[in-house]
């Protein structure tokens, strides 16, 4: 019901217009109240109680507590990474460092540990009998047939003579990497995260790496990433790596393969900053390349160059097969959003009543 408190006195208005605006006048002066009815029953007041339980537990356990409503959150980083791969290795009787068997060479967040090479020598340009049928891998096809042995002719081509042979059968470059504690992967990683309100007004920039404050110089030296001892630590032996990925290193290093290594961000910076530390994870990123034999693993070609002393230039050509490693860092930062209004008025008003008599009629203000 409507309560009215006693009417103003009625003016004469000379026309309508008046009239209608003298009406807004008193309306826009009315105090209007609404109307609470208290009904005695047990059933009802326990299912007026039990929902008002469940709703109060829903907002504080689960929108609060639990989702953290009260928070703004954000999942753009900007990161940088640094790698760097130390050790040695034996390969066809052969001392390799790191020169020889990683690239690019520069330490970005994706580099390559080469586990087998195929190479073939003393490539001059010419024309060469193909080592395949129907194949211009090698050359640009000419249309003459040529012997490429006593009994068998080949196409020819144009090109880098003699033409590749990629499929004999090398053994890979396995034993050492994951067996030698000195076959070390080496990441460090520093991460800027930057994090912007909703209303762009607060602005929060945080910066971290993967390098802790507690870490020393003594403690690199020592000290190797596992999931249980050394969470924190930087330091990464290649076959832990591959697995912690779950996978076969002697298959991974015969056919070459991706893997990723993921730096995880989880970071409440509600909370101390020691909190806001990382969570390695590592997964094979090429896992459909498995189930393929059209182009199965991880490989790629390159040559190195010389000149005669006559100005003919001549190469070395390689094909390499090697285990790609992609360092992907991602976050999750959340922080107190001081611009959230939830209107906690209007709520407690809901769940609030007057135990008064039976049929006691009163009236409560509403905003």
């Not at 807004?24 to 009315?30: A, E, K, P």
């Not at 053994?171 to 209303?199: D, E, G, K, R, Y």
């Not at 920039?205 to 050394?230: A, Q, S, W």
């Amino acid at each position: 019901f409507t309560c009215h408190f006693p009417s103003f006195p009625p003016i004469p208005s000379p026309n309508r217009a008046t009239a209608g605006m003298w009406s807004c006048i008193t309306d826009f002066f009315t105090y209007e109240t609404t109307k609470s009815v208290v009904v005695k029953s047990w059933t009802i007041g326990i299912i007026n109680r039990v929902v008002q339980l469940l709703i109060i537990t829903y907002f504080i356990g689960w929108v609060f507590l639990y989702e953290k409503a009260y928070q703004v959150r954000d999942t753009a980083i900007e990161s940088s990474v640094m790698t760097k791969v130390k050790g040695f290795g034996i390969y066809n009787d052969k001392v390799m460092d790191v020169a020889d068997y990683v690239t690019p060479t520069q330490g970005a967040s994706v580099f390559c540990i080469i586990t087998k090479l195929i190479t073939t020598e003393n490539q001059v340009q010419g024309y060469c009998p193909e080592v395949r049928h129907f194949s211009s891998s090698s050359g640009i096809l000419t249309g003459k047939c040529v012997h490429f042995n006593a009994t068998i002719k080949m196409c020819q081509i144009k090109g880098w003579c003699p033409a590749e042979i990629d499929t004999i059968k090398i053994t890979a470059f396995a034993s050492q990497l994951s067996t030698t504690p000195s076959m070390i992967l080496h990441i460090m990683m520093m991460m800027i995260q930057s994090l912007l309100t909703l209303q762009h007004v607060c602005c929060v920039f945080v910066c971290r790496g993967n390098f802790l404050p507690t870490i020393t110089g003594d403690y690199i030296e020592k000290c190797n990433f596992d999931m249980v001892n050394n969470t924190y630590c930087p330091i990464f032996r290649v076959g832990d790596v591959v697995r912690y990925a779950q996978q076969n290193f002697s298959k991974l290093a015969d056919k070459g393969g991706v893997i990723g290594i993921k730096i995880g961000w989880m970071c409440d910076l509600d909370k101390s900053d020691d909190e806001c530390n990382p969570s390695y994870s590592f997964t094979r990123l090429d896992a459909m390349s498995q189930k393929t034999a059209v182009s199965p693993g991880y490989n790629f070609r390159f040559a190195k160059y010389y000149k005669m002393e006559n100005g003919t230039d001549y190469r070395t050509l390689a094909k390499a097969y090697a285990i790609r490693f992609d360092v992907l860092v991602n976050g999750n930062v959340s922080t107190l959003n001081i611009y959230l209004n939830v209107p906690f008025d209007e709520n407690f008003l809901l769940l609030n009543h007057r135990p008064d008599q039976h049929q006691t009629w009163y009236a409560k203000p509403l905003h």
